[in-house]
């Protein structure tokens, strides 16, 4: 399945000669957003290309949601 990927600022270069290489068809988009597959996202990943989106994992009850009494 297709997923949108946001490639770090002076990396887009790098992304995209990178993802000619390993061969396969993906898309480009504004703001260096590509769309990939799921192997093309993860050799982008290892390469450290990918920008994060600052989000970090919460638990439900920094959310406001109360943990179960047992």
Do not use: C, W
């Amino acid at each position: 399945m297709p997923v949108a990927v946001r490639i770090k600022a002076g990396k887009y270069g790098s992304a995209i000669n990178l993802l000619l290489q390993r061969g396969g068809s993906f898309q480009t988009r504004h703001e260096r957003t590509l769309i990939v597959n799921a192997s093309q996202k993860e050799a982008l990943e290892q390469a450290g290309l990918i920008e994060s989106i600052g989000l970090k994992p919460r638990s439900g009850e920094e959310h406001g949601q109360k943990k179960d009494a047992d």
